[in-house]
């Protein structure tokens, strides 16, 4: 079992940033691809980034590509998620999730656990 909790969410005005941390427990976390997913109020589950286990390949959804970077700290069992010039469209519930396989994916079935989630809100 691997527990992730996320913090850093919050109010931001549009063009301002936000740092996003999820840390976990319970389970190697160097084991883990790591991911970040977004949910909008009626909208499904989508993916944000990603990044293997090493820290060696990260990869992006299109809409957060140049804005948004996907990092991690292996010592620390901690994966962040850095945002800059955020717009109201990012404003959605934040999740991070473990992936036992090495590069993660885009998808949310691949993923084997879950946080539960932190609340960003981008005001115009």
């Known amino acids: 079992q691997v527990q992730l909790v996320e913090s850093g969410g919050g109010l931001v005005q549009a063009g301002g940033s936000l740092r996003l941390s999820c840390a976990a427990s319970?389970?190697?976390?160097?084991?883990?691809?790591m991911g970040w997913f977004r949910q909008a109020p009626g909208t499904e589950r989508e993916f944000v980034a990603a990044?293997?286990?090493?820290?060696?390949?990260?990869y992006y959804a299109d809409a957060v590509k140049g804005r948004f970077a996907i990092s991690r700290d292996n010592a620390k069992n901690t994966v962040y998620l850095q945002m800059n010039s955020l717009k109201p469209e990012d404003t959605a519930v934040y999740y991070c999730?473990?992936?036992?396989?090495?590069?993660?994916?885009?998808?949310?079935?691949?993923?084997?656990?879950w946080g539960q989630g932190t609340q960003v809100t981008v005001s115009s």
């Open positions: 999730a473990a992936d036992r396989l090495e590069y993660g994916s885009r998808l949310t079935a691949q993923y084997d656990y």
């Open positions: 319970g389970h190697t976390f160097s084991m883990y691809a």
């Open positions: 990044i293997a286990r090493s820290g060696g390949r990260k």
